[in-house]
């Protein structure tokens, strides 16, 4: 069947897939050798070489979900991002990375990059301006994340990619908090995208791993660094990522929904002084998200009122979890500078704008009146020591 024009929900369910010759099963079946014949046969596998049966057939889903000629399955989001800024990246080169990453992502940068001979800069602002003010003759990487971790800025993804092709300059983006359901920054001009496969591929909280789509040309590049770094991912991970994505759509288009009505009704409560997400119109980005986005995503942060402690409003809560990570069925809280972003300094934090009294918000797919009462009661009790004052 002609794939080229095949729907979103039919790719996460049936390409990529490795059809049961023998039993006929509806499944994909799992190979889980990690020894394979080398002579009379026309690709030489090794798990390490990232091209056991599972693992190819799982590159070619997520590389059309991403839009994408080719991709890579990591061992987590980390092994992903790393591998691929190693190997555009060498000692003498420099990159241009927007401020507003995820915090291993930038923790990986300030502490390994300086003992490879690698120069950085960060933009405080990520506009097209930010980024062409530091480029240097030796820049060879932007690197971007759209929406951001954890406050969900959004960056002008097209202008930033025109930027880059003029200076002959490569373009990355971590696409996690967006996935491919909302956005497919390769349509919009970035050369590689990478995702914390763990998150919106994954979904049910159970696995970890990561992923890198570009085109052929980029995937080999990243491809010989990889096999010597050794970040592949196991047979039967990468068999519950591919059960995972069958239901990629449906989940995050409800996520998107219970996101954006919970935004909107978290913004007019009078206990909440702060509410970060695209999707609603007070969101400074919101028409360039509006713009380069299909959907808003399922990620907001918030902030209770003066006088509201954070840390106790996420212990007081019943349904929702107060947990690490995000992006599961689930829907989960944490505060960034505890967690996401613990590695960073307090003025690092500072400079992103990352209070100690935000709260991220991963929303699940629960009916959003159980989620509305359990932030209420929560709220309520954290109050009655005001109210006994």
């Known amino acids: 069947m002609d794939t080229k024009n095949m729907g979103f929900n039919t790719i996460c369910t049936h390409l ?20 394979y014949a080398f002579e009379g046969v026309d690709i ?15 590159s070619k889903k997520i590389a059309k979900l991403e839009k994408g000629e080719a991709s890579l399955i990591f061992g987590s989001g ?14 003498g080169d420099h990159i241009i990375l927007q401020r507003l990453l995820y915090g291993g992502t930038i923790n990986l940068v300030n502490e390994e990059f300086d003992k490879h001979g690698i120069e ?55 696409n996690t908090f967006a ?14 995208v990478l995702h914390s496969a763990t998150k919106y591929l994954g979904g049910h909280s159970d696995i970890l791993a990561g992923a890198v789509i570009a085109s052929e040309k980029n995937i080999d590049q990243i491809f010989q660094v990889a096999k010597n770094l050794g970040g592949s991912l196991s047979d039967f991970t990468v068999w519950m990522l591919e059960r995972s994505i069958k239901t990629l759509g449906i989940r995050v288009k409800q996520q998107n929904k219970n996101a954006r009505k919970l935004a909107k009704w978290l913004e007019k409560h009078e206990d909440i002084s702060t509410v970060y997400y695209p999707g609603l119109k007070s969101h400074p980005d919101h028409e360039l998200a509006k713009e380069q ?19 106790k409003f996420q212990k007081e809560l019943q349904l929702i979890k107060n947990s690490m990570s995000l992006a599961g069925v689930e829907s989960t809280m944490l505060t960034p500078s505890l967690t996401s972003h613990a590695l960073l300094t307090p003025e690092e934090r500072e400079l992103q704008g990352i209070k100690d009294s935000l709260i991220r918000f991963s929303v699940g797919i629960e009916e ?19 109210l006994e004052h």
């Open 16 to 35: 990529g897939e490795i059809k049961d010759e023998q039993f006929k099963g509806a499944i994909s079946p799992i190979y889980m050798a990690t020894s």
């Open 44 to 58: 030489k596998r090794y798990p390490r070489y990232f091209n056991t049966p599972n693992q190819e057939a799982l």
């Open 78 to 91: 980390m092994a992903a991002i790393s591998t691929t800024l190693f190997s555009f990246l060498q000692k």
């Open 120 to 174: 950085y800069s960060f933009v405080d602002s990520p506009t097209k301006e930010s980024f062409e003010q530091k480029i240097k003759p030796n820049t060879k990487v932007i690197y971007i994340e759209t929406p951001s971790n954890p406050l969900l800025t959004i960056t002008d993804i097209r202008a930033v990619a025109a930027l880059a092709k003029e200076k002959g300059i490569t373009t990355m983006i971590d």
């Open 179 to 192: 996935s491919p359901v909302n956005q497919n920054p390769i349509s919009l001009g970035i050369d590689i």
């Open 293 to 311: 986005m299909k959907g808003y995503g399922g990620m907001l942060s918030f902030e209770l009122r003066e006088g509201l402690d954070a840390s």
């Open 368 to 386: 959003k009146e159980d989620l509305m009462q359990d932030i209420l009661q929560a709220i309520e009790k954290i109050k009655i020591p005001e």
